[in-house]
């Protein structure tokens, strides 16, 4: 079992299980909600992911994609702890901000399988030796 939290620690949550996959995204969205040049996100199955103290605050948000998030925070920090998006790649995910797990300095974080949205990735950030995806299939409106 993995467990995380916010920058306070009043908003808690924890998953069981290994991620689904672990990302990197460079998309205009992640960078403004992370106020870097990229997240790195792992996805867990929504079943095995719950929030163990606290009640996060929501803010509903369209990706560039058309893409519809729902990101998850702390209303005491504001520190963002997770998302979901309705987009296929995404649907029955919970999208944990990898930064927010706990006993980092024990453990490495998850190396990411895919970088997302690489067209958007700053030039003096090299690629990953991962999978290179240029941005994902607009969601029908």
């Keep these: ?30 960078q403004k909600l992370s106020g870097s040049a990229f997240t790195t996100n792992i996805c867990v199955p929504d079943d095995k992911y719950h929030i163990t103290s606290g009640t996060p605050k929501t803010y509903d948000w369209t990706h560039e994609s058309g893409m519809k998030m729902e990101f998850s925070f702390c209303g005491d920090c504001g520190a963002n702890i997770s998302k979901t998006g309705d987009h296929d790649a995404f649907k029955g995910m ?27 990735r700053v030039s003096w950030l090299p690629a990953l030796a991962v999978g290179q995806i240029q941005e994902l299939p607009e969601v029908p409106t």
């Design 1 to 30: 079992m993995k467990t995380g939290s916010c920058f306070c620690g009043k908003l808690r949550y924890e998953y069981i299980g290994e991620p689904a996959m672990t990302v990197t995204c460079h998309c205009l969205t992640c």
């Design 94 to 120: 919970v999208i944990v901000q990898a930064g927010s797990l706990d006993g980092r300095q024990e453990q490495e974080l998850p190396a990411p399988a895919a970088e997302l949205y690489v067209k958007q």
